[in-house]
Nanobody, 126 residues
């Protein structure tokens, strides 16, 4: 199994930045692909970004492209989500996820991911 623990969430002002971390354990980190999803109050969970196990390929949702950046450090068994130019619409619980097979056209689907973290709250003030 793979255990995922998110951290780095909090309260930030509009236009500010925040960096989330996802620490992985269990399965060798270099063998799993990573993704970030988010869920706002009363809304369904939506895809944010994904990164291949090698770190060479990334996929972003249109809503965050150009503002957010996903990365990973295999030596530290950690994935990251750098969030810039934040606005209140970005307020949500952010979840880290992992899957065993990476296929870019399907990277935005929840069903492609086998493991999930507990989530970390991100709140952007107006």
């Amino acid at each position: 199994q793979v255990q995922l623990v998110e951290s780095g969430g909090g309260l930030v002002q509009t236009g500010g930045s925040l960096k989330l971390s996802c620490a992985a354990s269990g399965r060798p980190f270099k063998n799993i692909n990573m993704g970030w999803f988010r869920q706002a109050p009363g809304k369904e969970r939506e895809f944010v970004a994904a990164i291949k196990k090698s770190g060479g390929t990334t996929v972003y949702a249109d809503s965050v492209k150009g503002r957010f950046a996903i990365s990973r450090d295999n030596a530290k068994n950690t994935a990251y989500l750098q969030m810039n130019s934040l606005n209140p619409k970005d307020t949500a619980i952010y979840y880290c996820a992992a899957n065993r097979v990476f296929y870019a056209p399907l990277a935005n689907r929840e069903t492609e991911y086998d493991y999930w973290g507990q989530g970390t709250q991100v709140t952007v003030s107006s």
